[in-house]
């Protein structure tokens, strides 16, 4: 398995609160992936990064926003948290961008906004 | 413009019987096609890859699938189900770089496969 941990697993915070979700990896990746998992959308892409501090927005990246200081790691921030960001978010990893790359999977974190 | 159909959202059928998760994607170039797996309160793995050399694609687990471009679909099956291949499925296309210089995949909305005793 690719060597991905997201930290942490499980949280659950009140609205309007800062939150950070870390993503940490052991392949030397260049690409790295946000994506939130909700019932009946499959994955969708809130950020992305193809180097060090090189991020682009994804099609959900509203109220979100990613750092990435060292290739090992990428951080999701959710500056206040909202009931409609609940969700699972997973964090991927690929060597390439190209068509027949596929991309790995962390195991998730569950983050519930109460 | 790509996009994917997972045409089940939920399948059961009982250990021992063929699985068969059914998906159609629509691309605008020769895309490159996956079926990933996901276990409860676990990442996707995955399970195999087409990517424009033989149609006929085998994963891990007995799985394997079949790229037919004139139907546009990539069915994954398994000739017997075990009660541990019960997880949610997904089909994802990718077509490479979009234009933001990522690597555009489009998801499914997954299936569910329950595996009866």
């Known amino acids: 398995d690719a060597g991905i941990t997201q930290s942490p697993r499980h949280k659950v915070t009140e609205t309007g609160t800062p939150v950070t979700l870390r993503c940490h990896q052991t392949e030397n990746h260049r690409y790295m992936y946000w994506y939130r998992q909700d019932p009946g959308h499959g994955l969708r892409l809130i950020h992305y990064?193809?180097?060090?501090?090189?991020?682009d927005k994804g099609e959900v990246s509203d109220g979100y926003s990613v750092s990435r200081s060292k290739t090992e790691d990428f951080l999701l921030t959710l500056e206040s948290a909202t009931s409609s960001q609940t969700s699972v978010y997973f964090c991927?990893?690929?060597?390439?961008?190209?068509?027949?790359?596929?991309?790995?999977f962390g195991d998730g974190t569950r983050l519930s906004i109460l | 413009a790509q996009s994917v159909t997972q045409l089940d959202s939920h399948v059961s059928v009982s250990e021992g019987t063929p699985v068969l998760l059914r998906c159609n994607y629509s691309?605008?170039?020769?895309?490159?096609l996956f079926w990933y797996v996901q276990h409860p309160n676990k990442g996707l793995q995955l399970l195999l890859k087409?990517?424009?050399?033989?149609?006929l694609v085998k994963g891990i687990n007995g799985f394997e699938a079949e790229f037919k471009k004139s139907e546009t679909s990539f069915h994954l099956t398994k000739p017997s189900a075990h009660m541990s291949d019960a997880a949610e499925y997904f089909c994802?296309?990718?077509?490479?770089?979009?234009?933001?210089?990522?690597?555009?995949?489009?998801f499914g909305t997954g299936t569910k496969l329950q595996v009866i005793p």
């Open positions: 990064s193809y180097g060090v501090k090189d991020t």
């Open positions: 691309s605008s170039y020769s895309p490159s």
């Open positions: 087409y990517t424009s050399a033989a149609t």
């Open positions: 991927a990893i690929s060597e390439w961008a190209i068509r027949n790359q596929p991309q790995h």
């Open positions: 994802v296309v990718s077509e490479g770089r979009g234009s933001g210089g990522y690597q555009k995949v489009t």
